[in-house]
């Protein structure tokens, strides 16, 4: 559904001029120019009805990739496909099948009602009447929009203007999503309604989505595959399971005996690199376990030795540390 081949973009801006009379002025007319190569080389495939994290630290390419992506942006060099369409040469035909959200920053008209916003997107897209009165009602009933409809953008709160900029990136009913931070600034509530909402167009109406998020319960909620850009470079894709092996957090056990364990130093420490005792306390005994090296099986039987055990924790690194030693 979408490919990108040794895809590139450098920005050129001008040097500022040295310190002195007219500095802003002398800006202006500088002939030196610093290149700025904001995605270098990247390449990547994505099938249809997957739902793609495209996460990385701030200012490491994620929206110029999205722009390239979409035809806003053209590339330096290499090649985007959207269904085999080029997004900047047959932009009308990719423009069909493709919905893009900016998060930061709407593409509703902040001083109309959400309602006329929607018609004037329907007449750039060529749907009929009757079409978009029937897509508006499914998506205002989908996205609790009715509240609203007739309220201008700019008087929105952020969550119902995120759910009323997500309408209008599905209002032509697109095969593909782009969606640049679509949770940014929003609450609990909120947030928990559009990754439902995400989840469901993806699951049920098999929707391709590409998404780019700080936020990692978003990542690990709702895809099912992850990119991760730095600096401009991919520095991995895989599935979660894969980068939380890849980054090799260790996984922690929680064992509860029915009796204060004797304390297993001697035959933990010579599986160190497998199993470390992190800490015991009373009937507790909490123990950090390498699963690239050992399963929980054999972690399990290694800890059984030391007493009766009657209850068992296992906690997963968090996300958010995995991608903070990646970062
Ligand atoms: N129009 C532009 N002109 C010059 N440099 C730019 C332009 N757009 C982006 N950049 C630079 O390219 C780099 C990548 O920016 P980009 O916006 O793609 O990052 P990002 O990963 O989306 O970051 P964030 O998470 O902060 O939104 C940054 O160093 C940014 O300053």
Same mark, same amino acid.
């Given at each position: 559904?979408?490919?990108?081949?040794?895809?590139s973009?450098?920005?050129r801006?001008?040097?500022p001029?040295?310190?002195?009379?007219?500095?802003g002025?002398?800006?202006?007319?500088?002939?030196?120019?610093?290149?700025?190569?904001?995605?270098?080389?990247?390449?990547?495939?994505i099938?249809?009805?997957?739902?793609?994290?495209?996460?990385?630290?701030?200012?490491?390419g994620?929206?110029?990739?999205?722009?390239?992506?979409?035809?806003?942006?053209?590339?330096?060099?290499?090649?985007?496909?959207?269904?085999?369409?080029?997004?900047?040469?047959?932009?009308?035909q990719?423009? *069909? +099948?493709?919905?893009? #959200?900016?998060g930061?920053?709407?593409?509703?008209?902040?001083?109309? $009602? &959400?309602?006329? %916003?929607?018609?004037?997107?329907?007449?750039m897209?060529?749907?009929?009447?009757e079409?978009?009165?029937?897509?508006?009602?499914?998506?205002a009933?989908?996205?609790?929009?009715?509240?609203?409809?007739?309220?201008?953008?700019?008087?929105?709160?952020?969550?119902?203007?995120?759910?009323?900029?997500?309408?209008?990136a599905?209002?032509h009913?697109?095969?593909?999503?782009?969606?640049?931070?679509?949770?940014?600034?929003l609450?609990?509530?909120?947030?928990?309604?559009?990754?439902?909402?995400?989840?469901?167009?993806?699951?049920?109406?098999?929707?391709?989505?590409?998404?780019?998020?700080?936020?990692?319960?978003?990542i690990?909620?709702?895809c099912?595959?992850?990119?991760?850009?730095?600096?401009?470079?991919?520095?991995?894709?895989?599935?979660?399971?894969?980068? *939380? +092996?890849?980054?090799? #957090?260790?996984?922690?056990?929680?064992?509860?005996?029915?009796?204060? $364990? &004797?304390?297993? %130093?001697?035959?933990?420490?010579?599986?160190?690199?497998?199993?470390?005792?992190?800490?015991?306390?009373?009937?507790?005994?909490?123990?950090?376990?390498?699963?690239?090296?050992?399963?929980?099986?054999?972690?399990l039987?290694?800890?059984?030795?030391?007493?009766?055990?009657e209850?068992?924790h296992m906690?997963?690194?968090?996300f958010?540390?995995?991608i903070?030693?990646?970062?």
């Open positions: 559904m979408i490919t990108v081949h040794q895809l973009k450098s920005f801006s001008p040097l001029a040295p310190e002195g009379p007219f500095r002025l002398r800006t202006l007319m500088s002939r030196q120019y610093t290149e700025k190569e904001a995605v270098r080389g990247v390449n990547f495939s099938a249809p009805g997957e739902f793609v994290g495209y996460i990385g630290p701030n200012g490491a994620k929206s110029t990739t999205i722009k390239m992506l979409a035809g806003i942006l053209h590339p330096t060099s290499g090649e985007v496909r959207i269904d085999g369409l080029n997004p900047h040469r047959d932009r009308r990719v423009a *069909r +099948r493709l919905g893009v #959200l900016f930061q920053r709407t593409q509703l008209w902040w001083d109309l $009602p &959400v309602r006329d %916003s929607y018609d004037i997107l329907a007449a897209y060529g749907i009929d009447a079409r978009k009165d029937a897509r508006i009602n499914e998506l009933d989908l996205l609790q929009l009715g509240e609203f409809m007739d309220t201008p953008v700019r008087k929105l709160s952020l969550g119902q203007r995120m759910r009323a900029d997500l309408a209008a599905l209002l009913d697109p095969d593909v999503l782009f969606l640049d931070e679509p949770t940014i600034g609450d609990v509530v909120a947030k928990r309604s559009i990754r439902e909402y995400l989840h469901s167009i993806n699951i049920e109406l098999g929707k391709t989505v590409l998404l780019t998020t700080h936020d990692m319960d978003d690990e909620q709702l099912s595959r992850v990119i991760v850009i730095n600096r401009g470079t991919l520095g991995f894709d895989g599935t979660i399971d894969e980068l *939380r +092996r890849r980054i090799g #957090l260790p996984t922690l056990i929680r064992v509860t005996y029915r009796q204060a $364990p &004797v304390l297993p %130093s001697a035959e933990i420490n010579e599986n160190a690199t497998s199993l470390r005792l992190a800490e015991v306390d009373g009937r507790t005994l909490t123990a950090e376990c390498n699963r690239e090296a050992i399963s929980a099986m054999e972690a039987r290694l800890l059984e030795q030391y007493g009766d055990i209850d068992v906690e997963e690194p968090h958010e540390d995995v903070h030693t990646l970062y």
